[in-house]
């Protein structure tokens, strides 16, 4: 008989004691469909940004939600926001975590329609604070304007670049010039005086004020200055999904967002202890965890027309900036359950 140089028939003892030497669970493993086998093995690979803003995500992982769901969650440490969604746009990951450029996806989306659903974001303000402007601990800046003719650096990505621009721009400090730099170096150029200014997200500012090398100049910029009233939702993070992962496992997908829903509640609830998740996936540790304001998080299901409202004003920005080749409508980027 012929044999595939790629598929060899075995000798019929060999088979015997491969069967055998499996035991029960190899028998039945073999028995499976191969269905059942590509489901067990399914790998759902979510990307995040190592900022205070997944704070559902770390917790759901660490709490084991995703786990108790039947679910292998790959965890994807990522340098930017911008990164997430162009490896989810390619297909190397199939979602990201809180704290994800909001804009980012939306530019994801705007080059290839239909693409992400957003089913959590991260409103954030002056209360539930997550953006910041910061200022060296000795610097003399008082407010915005102070800033003007200044270098001020941003973290990397167009979201980021952009909103630290308007900020300036409407707070009065023109001619600054903004800078692109890692999160994870904010704190050390603002103390090295490389810059005189850093827009940044948390833990950052806690990290800088910690130690005893930054200030912060003001909390919940991108609510005052971009939408307007200190107090606005800016949802200026997403969780997501891809379209296409939904699509091909809407099973799994439904499992993964209420398992993400437990690690939402579970900040919620218990705030205090949810803290400790941000050791190892952001850049601050141990006791010093308990010092970093959380944002605030809304699910798919608890979007207001208020929410939508602020939302898109946020969006809008962008389109009127350039930065969005046509209007992007946030009501079709969210998940519908």
Known sequence: MARSDTHPTLPAPAARRRVLQAGAAGLAVLAAPALVRA?????IRIGYWPIAAGLPFYAAVEQGYFKSAGLDVEVQRFAGAQQIMEAMLSDRCDGSANGT?????AIGEIAAPGSFKIFCSNPSNAKNVLDQMLVPAASTAKTMADLKGKRVASGPGIQNVTLAKTVLERGGATGATVVELPIGQHVASLAAGQVDGCYTLEPTGTIGRLNGSTRVLESGVIAKYVLGDPMAPWFGGSASLTSAFIRK?????????????????FVRSKPAEARQYL???TAIEGPLTAEVPLA???MYNEFTPADVAYFQKF???????GIFSSRLMVDTMLYKG
């Open 39 to 43: 489901q067990a093995s399914l790998k």
């Open 101 to 105: 450029g909001s804009a980012n996806i």
């Open 249 to 265: 496992n809407p099973g799994a997908a439904k499992k993964f967002i209420a398992a993400y829903g437990q690690g939402v509640a």
């Open 279 to 281: 050791k190892g996936y």
């Open 296 to 298: 605030a998080y809304t």
């Open 315 to 321: 969006f809008d920005l962008f389109s009127e900036k």
